[in-house]
């Protein structure tokens, strides 16, 4: 049901080049539906952009640099086989936003 209503909202969009605003606690909708995103913060617009782009303000800002660091100690100290290093997954993207750490964002001029 959740793939048929995804495909139906883009392939509206598609045809008719509305706009269509969405709103979803399903991350996965948003990551597929939606190449912008405006988030409204107390009423004050701060973030219209792209959406990997807002990740990259959030969360990713400054801590890959710090996962290099340590992934580096952690090659010399140890004998590691194997190492996998993720970005965290969107909602806790969107979870940050909620939780008020808006550090990073800044409205558009």
């Known amino acids: 049901m959740q793939a048929r209503l995804r ?3 883009a392939e509206f969009n598609r045809r008719s080049g509305a706009t269509v605003i969405l709103t979803s606690h399903y991350m996965a909708d ?4 939606c190449p912008r995103v405006i988030v409204i913060h107390h009423g004050r ?5 792209g959406l990997s782009q807002l990740a990259e303000r959030l969360v990713l800002r400054g801590r890959r640099s710090a996962a290099a660091a340590v992934t580096a100690q952690l090659l010399q100290r140890l004998p590691v086989a194997d190492l996998t290093v993720e970005d965290p997954p969107l ?5 940050q936003i909620y939780q008020g750490d808006l550090t990073g964002l800044e409205a558009p001029q």
Do not use: N, Q, S
């Open 45 to 49: 617009l701060i973030y219209d952009g």
């Open 30 to 33: 948003v990551v597929a539906l």
């Open 91 to 95: 909602e806790a993207v969107i979870d």
């Open 7 to 9: 495909r139906f909202v």
